[in-house]
């Protein structure tokens, strides 16, 4: 509980990793929209593992099948079944940790929380339960790019001590961001950080990163005042991703060290519409969207599964030296990228039918 | 909407900064908690103007009634409703603003969603909104402190430039942290905040600052995994508040810069029970509480209301040179500490219903 | 919990009987509505006790007071806070009836609920909170009515075993409803059942009635399949009134004992438009409207309080004989008029709102 | 929107009849509960088409595959995936209806909500997505039964004209519905009622029919006031099945002819707790249960699909002669058991752990 976001676009996922499969169900996605498998498949791709040398050597496809929904090629409006089997299942891996809670893993607060110790190696809290996040998300994003002409597009920013240099935020494309499996733009960055990256692996080791995401063609207007602030909702579906420690929009935390003569956003006259010279704001003002770009930040921890030997204690509290076993990412941002992507996408999704519900048809009171 | 926050434990807030008062429905409180007027006074207390030199000079007494939900001192597990009146209100000071949208306020965005111009200075998006939040905060934080011990205490860690030096955890106090009208516990970087916030005062300008919040005593087991998790309920109600434009829980963006080997927290038995030797989750795994003290941090940004003359445009797109001549806060995390606070307490509230929800009473499986 | 009705347009209740008073919180009234209290006086004028000699003669003017979320009489898009102070309350009439459940009122339910016992006579479960749902529903009715000109008229059909002969559902209008003061527009059966009423009145006793609701100009396409249907949504906020015991749509019970051939309403072109010929259906088909009227029946118990001795127990057991002495109906219903009509406007302004979420301001697919 | 329902024991269904399958995700099952297939099979199996001479000859197995949140046997307190594949699918039976609303179904509506004409028999409006409900309401049952002991038993209490005859509530079980087809505990009426049913089957007509269903050891406190009632969930619950056209708690529409002397419920000291001497209120007064029996009535129409030629007309308008030619039941109410009893536990499970949420541990209030 609960495993649902979304008041009017409405996803519920479900499944762990060593189950039968995960899935996602959305409902509140517009009847009429074009939908495929692939529309779906092409997000899911990126997110999964094996894609490159970078991530996990763990082989899964990833297929994604739609349940329901969906009837000659459209949707129905009705709740669109989303499931991708669950394959390449090594239980073994994990066998041994029935008994030790693994270090800044969510082995001892399932337990604490649900009062059973799972035999399997991760339940909810798995970097898998994502699949269906990237699922829905790419329905979405669909739906945005087709009704708005919203554009989402997320790369990796920094990896450990490495940073990007200055992207040009009008520039940047998907594909820009796909030329090297590190997803940074910045090229002279991104060959470091893949580097370090391999390092990482060598040394049994793992490194956090940054992820930034940028939103185009957002209309002015989607949010909320109050406790629905699109920049708050924002914060809740990137933090609710495994492995992320921070959230910033606009200036962030540089933003609290300024004077608010720097920091405010004057207003100019561009093509006939009214918009911000600077973005410090990062697109939203008073939890609701201004029309410039949303920009937002999301850290990540390193991966808590490395393969050097760790001191710790058992359940029982007896010294034990933990070894993984188990296949993972030395650094989860390039496969996290297109996670973002879909949080964003849902929350942004259901913004924009909460202000279609709300509005009159009439022009703005002058 | 939705200006109603909580699954069991749910706040409603109303009422905007020049209508007749602000006020909350408390709907979700348990039954037979002891509760008068004077257990949410303290905290209200905390965040109005006028209580130090460093805030906005207006004066305003934000005494609170309790309309429902109270008979003889005892909560009747019924909506508690609070409200606060509005007095003086200058409503002219905010006159010459109904055809400039101020800059990095939210005139420009209400106006896109609402297509409404109001005549006052802000609405929803004041900060008197906040006195809601901390009315009801104050009553989840003494369900909490009652039931199960758990402290929540903030503090001013940064003001612009200037950062507070190490704080030990353990040590901190509410009363610690009203040393200085700044909040700031390090008394060295309270005494330069005092005087950068006194100079922003002179210079008609303002600045942004960081508030620390810590939550000590909250039993392993409380929050959720996926959408919900605790993390991302804290980030959500954070960046719900006005002014604020970043989160970080544990190590933060600072972890994505770290090591698995170093970030990882290792179990250590501590007095018969599993604890964490380092505290880099800050208090969370996998949205979960373990037991540890719950640690994030806020950035806040300067304030937009500056008297200094910006240069901007109209609705029309004419320019214009704006003067603010409201009375108004340099400064706004010394006032923003028991805002933390309230918001702290109205998840963790929450979170602690839903887990005695769904316990079984039974011992967690071996 | 919960206080609360509606996904869009949102209303939470608050207050008891004997406390400062009883009020609700709109949350999502679309901004630009015209509204000033008197929009909303009207209907509590029609719900307030001692309007006529059928009523309860305690005398309660239930003056409304806008807190919130409207200026220069204009809604503002943000929550509307209403509020009705409690007057002329006599706990004294309850005094004795702090060891005594009641018979068939909430008192024992509430004790078994919250654990603790009111001194007062009622709490959320009195009439008197019905006072937040008619002010609530006196707005969604109007934004109904000039958005889509939807019309709500509810009557009396039954008083006790006295019926009203056919009413023409065209016909029917509010002003012809309170043509009498038990508000049955058939002026025979309305004759019949004052008289029953008064006779209720002297023989200390109570009778039950039904009250028919009417609702002409829904639009087709209104509510949802499965969880949300219309009717159901309907069945819920009137099976949520205090005193009600049934709720029927269309044909109703008496559509149980019919056969397909006689229910199914087949279609017709009427003046160019798909309607039907019938209407068993009661305009709604699968849980969406039709745009034929909606029509349904409410059925309300005789009031709990009645002045005869009845033979009880307290709650040690002991046999009691009770004498209510408070003031009260010996018939709901012609007060339950416009809280039925109050009601249906909440669940119908929700589903408009929803409804206009997911349009694709596209033509219905050929 | 929205195929969901719960609070706390939240169940979303999705599926149309003619996609892959049906299926329901529950999330917030407590964790530990005992859970294999059998244990939800066994009501699928009373719900399925195909079970006797009274239903459609339509034979689909319907069996359900359990797909996340349980290991081992036990629930993981994780979403619980339930699927059950479509087969047996002639879409060709509704190929002729795409240009003809079928009177009483939801074609016309679903076009006029959604702008989108299926080719299929009926999406999210076939009796098909209550399997959903009843694999979901059997855990929920499974919950109710072992953690408090609750018994939920539904039985057909009329078919067309014909009444069961007055049926000891203490003594019905299932296996005593059971004992005939028609699921009607009174031996006289079944017979009656089979031989109507099968007269309707020859007759290519339908007849409607009334469920009564039974909830026993209920404690005293689920529910809620106000909006949530527990009579008001279980109305809402049940007038979201197909067909329904009614509902009645306790006394019902007969009550409302009532005097209150006659229908107040008085208490009672038996085996040392209060208790009521008659049960008009059905076990819930002021929308919380009183510890007696839970008793409502739901009315079902006769099913609108009926192989009599119908004359309506077509989306044109132009004049048709309809003829169904798919499989259908004559009458829906001996399959519908199970699926009122499901949705009797769904709603109870939910205010099960509601209840627990807000417990103190103390004992109630002297």
């Known amino acids: 509980m609960s495993s649902t976001i979304g008041t009017l676009f409405k996803v519920s996922t479900f499944g762990e990793s060593h189950g039968k499969g995960v899935g996602a169900i959305v409902d509140g996605c517009p009847a009429r929209l074009t939908l495929v498998e692939a529309d779906i498949q092409a997000q899911l791709d990126r997110r999964r593992p094996g894609q490159s040398a970078l991530t996990t050597p763990r082989q899964e496809s990833d297929t994604v099948t739609i349940l329901s929904g969906v009837e000659n090629g459209l949707t129905l409006g009705t709740p669109i079944g989303l499931f991708v089997p669950n394959k390449d299942q090594r239980p073994n891996d994990y066998h041994n940790l029935a008994d030790i809670p693994r270090p800044s ?25 994502t699949i269906g996040r990237v699922a829905a998300g790419a329905i979405a994003e669909k739906f945005l790019a087709e009704r708005y002409g919203v554009q989402i597009v997320a790369y990796v920013s920094s990896v450990g001590e490495i940073t990007a240099g200055s992207i040009d935020p009008a520039a940047i494309t998907r594909k820009l961001v796909d030329t090297t499996p590190i997803r940074c733009p910045d090229p002279v960055a991104a060959a470091k950080m893949i580097t370090l990256v391999s390092a990482m692996r060598e040394a049994k080791d793992s490194t956090g990163g940054v992820i930034t995401c940028l939103v185009r063609n957002v209309p002015a207007g989607w949010g909320n005042p109050v406790f629905e602030k699109l920049e708050a909702q924002l914060a809740q579906a990137m933090l609710s991703l495994p492995a992320t420690k921070g959230f910033e929009i606009g200036s962030g935390f540089a933003g609290a060290a300024m004077r608010g003569s720097q920091h405010n956003d004057p207003f100019i006259l561009k093509n006939g519409t009214l918009t911000t010279a600077t973005n410090y704001s990062g697109g939203i003002q008073g939890g609701i969207s201004n029309g410039a770009p949303i920009v937002f930040r999301v850290a990540f921890k390193p991966p808590a599964t490395i393969g050097q030997p760790q001191k710790t204690v058992d359940y029982n509290g007896q010294d034990v030296l933990l070894e993984a076993k188990g296949r993972h990412d030395p ?19 259901d913004s924009a039918l909460l202000q279609q519900a709300y509005q009159s048809g009439a022009s703005p009171q002058v």
């Open 105 to 129: 893993h969510a082995d001892y607060t399932y337990r604490a929380k649900y009062g059973i110790k799972t035999s399997s190696g991760g339940g909810r809290s798995s970097a898998r339960e």
């Open 331 to 349: 650094c989860v941002v390039p496969r996290a990228v297109p996670i973002v992507e879909a949080m964003a996408a849902l929350v942004l999704a």
